[in-house]
């Protein structure tokens, strides 16, 4: 069987009865795109050799090593090569920010940075910042992050290194060299970097149990998510949780074909999903509003079995409405990167229900508490809470806020369990705005544009969006007698320099003031009405 990446659509027809041959043949030959096909032996050989690479640069097990490549084959074998020298894998979002890469190496004490063309330039100039700050000169970065901070290398993929620089097919020049087992699976797989529960990004910490216990619990699920025959579309990002451990780990785990997209095109993907025969697809909520309005989508998705959501809620209309064009199934669930990540599914539910996350899986607990940790009686709404040996360590450095003694640890979402274990999700504790299944902590956002000349507050609340569940939204306020005009424009750059784009403010408000309590917070709920009344057309 292969691993395949591709970042083209071939187009093809499906004929009745094709769909496993083309699958056999596709197994008897490796992938077709740019030559970038595995079989599972291959990847194993490749793995070995990279493991053997980092201990070349004198990468030594427990030491962090930086992956900031977009859905690649290297990013397959790099993430594998780590884990197997017991190394410490750090994903990164390849449109991550000069600022936000130089704050994630400082913060993980990275090593080594592997990056690809897309990322390179950024990659350079975070580590070009990181290596000043570090020589004393006047930076942002955190002093307690400079604490644990170190000079990485960076491994070059398809580009020419710089002198002090790798190349990736250097790095796999082998020979391979033995590595001893893993000792202990309690030991730090992965730092994933995510809002948490509270505060700036922080890095989860995961271990090699936590990671494979979550696969153990997927793989118990009835009827299965995935089949050793399946082709599984290998869309979603491999550095978040659910591409790199629901997706990528899942697939190892059953030995199927994963058909990794570089690029997202909704129509290619259409393209490729029909020629590849894919019959797993693993998509965000986003995708299914790219492709709504698609002439002949049920012929499109000819070969597919099962349509799994994740990372973010689906409402129950689209999920009809999708399943009315198409008749294939659609099952969603509930996760966190701190879970490994998935929690629930509605493929352990007794039966579908409008509106449900699922139960949770084989392995897993859940619960219900009030304000004072006390478990909620019947189906009153409450914080959900997760036990089970799936959950991270606690957050970067020193493990804080995970797991209680008892082995519960807090969501900080609010649901509703009902009498057949089916989770249904109420609410946020916290602010947490999610773009396209990705975790956007508004005071992140609101600290860089307080940063821009002439803005005295910001707020920062998330709003409804068709194409990426959510969306950001900012109102600002101006300081003193400063001018109004161009201030939107000047705080839309600046954010635009530091963060990420899908962080990024879709629109940015000037007001007068903000609504705040008598206590002086600010009133996000009123700023949400307000949204909600322009949605409506009530206010312009």
């Not at 780590?82 to 004490?109: F, I, T």
């Amino acid at each position: 069987m292969c691993v395949e990446v591709s970042a083209h659509a071939a187009h093809g027809s499906r004929r009745p009865g094709e769909d496993r041959r083309r699958r056999v043949r596709r197994q008897a030959r490796p992938g077709r795109v740019r030559g970038r096909g595995r079989t599972w032996a291959e990847l194993e050989d490749e793995v070995a050799l990279l493991a053997s690479g980092l201990s070349g640069l004198g990468i030594v097990a427990g030491h962090r090593v930086m992956i900031a490549v977009g859905n690649r084959l290297e990013f397959v074998t790099t993430y594998l090569g780590v884990l197997r020298a017991q190394v410490v894998a750090v994903p990164v979002n390849p449109r991550s920010s000069v600022d936000e890469l130089a704050r994630m190496m400082a913060d993980s004490g990275t090593r080594v940075v592997v990056s690809d063309p897309a990322t390179l330039p950024a990659v350079r100039e975070a580590c070009a910042q990181l290596r000043a700050a570090l020589d004393g000169q006047p930076s942002e970065l955190d002093p307690d992050l400079l604490s644990r901070a170190h000079r990485p290398r960076i491994v070059v993929v398809d580009e020419t290194p710089a002198p002090d620089e790798v190349a990736f097919a250097d790095l796999m020049a082998g020979p391979a060299r033995a590595i001893p087992p893993l000792p202990d699976p309690e030991k730090l797989a992965a730092l994933l970097y995510t809002s948490g529960t509270s505060g700036r990004p922080r890095a989860a910490m995961l271990t090699h149990r936590a990671l494979l216990a979550n696969l153990e619990q997927v793989g118990a699920v009835e009827p299965p998510m995935i089949h050793g025959d399946d082709v599984v579309l290998g869309v979603l990002p491999l550095f978040h949780v659910y591409g790199l451990n629901a997706v990528l780990g899942a697939v190892i785990k059953h030995r199927a074909k994963l058909l990794l997209v570089e690029h997202w095109d909704p129509i290619g993907v259409l393209d490729l999903i029909e020629d590849e025969a894919c019959s797993v697809l693993p998509i965000a909520p986003p995708v299914f509003a790219h492709w709504r309005g698609v002439e002949e989508l049920a012929d499109r998705l000819g070969p597919v079995r099962l349509v799994l959501s994740g990372s973010a809620p689906l409402s129950s209309e689209v999920i009809e409405e999708f399943t009315g064009l198409t008749g294939i199934p659609v099952h969603q669930g509930y996760g966190l990167t701190e879970a490994s990540p998935v929690v629930t599914s509605t493929l352990c539910s007794q039966h579908l229900q409008n509106g449900s996350v699922g139960a949770a899986l084989p392995g897993i607990d859940l619960r219900l508490v009030d304000e004072t940790g006390d478990p909620v009686p019947g189906e009153d709404p409450g914080q959900i809470q997760v036990r089970g040996a799936n959950l991270f360590s606690g957050y970067w450095p020193e493990g804080t806020d995970g797991p209680s003694a008892e082995g519960w640890w807090s969501t900080g979402d609010v649901g509703i369990l009902d009498a057949t274990g089916d989770l249904f999700l109420v609410d946020r504790v916290k602010e947490l705005i999610i773009v396209s299944g990705f975790n956007v902590y508004p005071s992140e956002v609101e600290d860089v544009l307080r940063e821009v000349p002439g803005v005295r507050s910001a707020a920062v609340i998330g709003v409804a969006d068709e194409l990426t569940g959510e969306a950001v939204v900012a109102y600002i306020v101006a300081s003193g007698s400063s001018p109004t005009a161009g201030l939107a424009e000047a705080a839309d750059a600046h954010a635009a320099s530091r963060l990420a784009r899908f962080k990024r403010p879709t629109r940015i408000e000037v007001v007068e003031e903000l609504p705040h309590t008598p206590t002086g917070k600010v009133q996000k709920g009123r700023l949400r009405g307000m949204e909600r009344r322009r949605a409506l057309g009530l206010l312009e």
